[in-house]
């Protein structure tokens, strides 16, 4: 009796994961919304400027997965591009949130190191994250350029934004899983704004379907090589 209904819930689960995957895949909108994210990003990081990400929980985790996307590599060898996690440095977590309070953490860093011309990309499944709102009002006050994800129920979040990305699902899991997903597609397309003769002599390899673990990375990187 267990097992079948543990088979049952596996069932229905995932046919809701392909549910919200095929309706993310299938939205003209979603497409668009990938490419504006990217391109703001590609923009920022040719002017010298910086990507910097947040989140809480499962979407801490998103956020340092996102960041070491930019910094090591995606889907080829190519210079390192300048993002980072603001959940990771566990000082400045716990001094802020110990000093002001839990809702300050991303506010205060986001003050603390963000630039005019900088992105932000606050992650929220609920969209009411009382921390991913304050720091999207002090991006706001810093000339920062705010990209937001959330859920279909978005809240106040999607007004703070310039750009957001809303998952067409209710369920935090599942927004989670298009969240990584829009994330790794909007990666691939700054590599492939930012390096064109990578991606040229990756595309001749016929690497596109060989895993990143299976190649020896480069890392003599040059000057002319930098975006």
């Known amino acids: 009796m267990m097992l079948f ?23 003209q909108q979603f497409s668009d ?5 990217a391109d703001v990003i590609v923009q920022a990081l040719n ?28 889907m080829f060898d190519r210079a390192p591009l300048p993002a980072l996690a603001l959940t990771t440095d566990t000082t400045a977590l716990t001094a802020i949130g110990n000093d002001y309070g839990y809702e300050f953490v991303f506010e205060r860093q986001v003050l603390a190191l ?20 304050r720091a999207f009002a002090a991006a706001r006050g810093r000339g920062l350029v705010i ?5 279909c129920n978005g809240g106040p979040f999607a007004q703070m934004c310039d750009f957001v990305l809303a998952a067409p699902s209710q369920k935090t899991a599942i927004i989670q899983q298009i969240h990584i997903t829009a994330a790794h597609v909007v990666c691939a397309l700054v590599e ?8 040229a002599a990756f595309l ?3 690497e596109e379907s060989s895993s990143v673990e299976s190649t020896s990375p480069d890392t003599s990187f040059t000057a002319d090589m930098m975006p």
């Open 5 to 27: 209904k543990a088979h049952a819930f596996v069932a229905e689960y995932l046919s809701e994961s392909l549910s919200a995957m095929t309706r993310f895949a299938e939205d």
């Open 33 to 37: 919304i990938l490419e504006s994210i």
């Open 47 to 74: 002017g010298g400027h910086k990507l910097l990400i947040a989140g809480n929980g499962g979407s801490a985790a998103d956020a340092q997965h996102i960041a070491g996307e930019f910094v090591s590599r995606l």
């Open 114 to 133: 963000g630039q005019p011309g900088d992105v932000f990309l606050g992650i929220s499944t609920s969209g009411t994250s009382p921390n991913i709102l």
């Open 147 to 151: 990209v937001g994800f959330t859920g």
């Open 192 to 199: 492939r704004a930012m390096f064109p003769a990578k991606v």
């Open 204 to 206: 001749r390899e016929g």
